[in-house]
């Protein structure tokens, strides 16, 4: 990984790992609601898994990090769960995104530091 591949993987994790925090506790929230208001608030969730994605495949692309791949996986999965309708389940997919951006977000860092630009 390159300086400037590290310096984008850094930033883009810490982005991701924000929404993939956001949507984790949105759907214990969900979780309480029912009718109509599910429905919204399912709406909104899936919208903000949609931007995280975004994020992801930004990421991907300008890092040149194939690690990505497996984030996109996990929150994939996640999103089939949402789609059948046991969303507050898929919590367990949202921790291994995280998990994996978590260690993404170390490596770069760990670069940058070695570097001495952190």
């Known amino acids: 990984m390159k300086i400037q591949e590290a310096v984008i993987a850094f930033s883009q994790s810490e982005k991701v790992k924000s929404g993939i925090i956001w949507v ?8 309480a609601l029912s009718g109509i208001e599910r429905k919204g608030a399912d709406r909104v969730v899936r919208m903000i898994m949609d931007m995280i994605v975004n994020e992801i495949h930004l990421a991907r692309n300008m890092a040149r990090d194939t690690s990505w791949d497996e984030v996109e996986k996990s929150l ?3 999103r089939v769960m949402m789609d059948s309708g046991v969303g507050p389940d898929s919590v367990v997919h949202l921790t291994r995104a995280l998990s994996r951006v978590t260690d993404i977000g170390n490596r770069s860092m760990f670069l940058l530091r070695e570097e001495g630009l952190i």
Do not use: F
């Open 76 to 78: 994939e999965q996640a």
């Open 24 to 31: 984790s506790q949105s759907l214990e929230v969900v979780r």
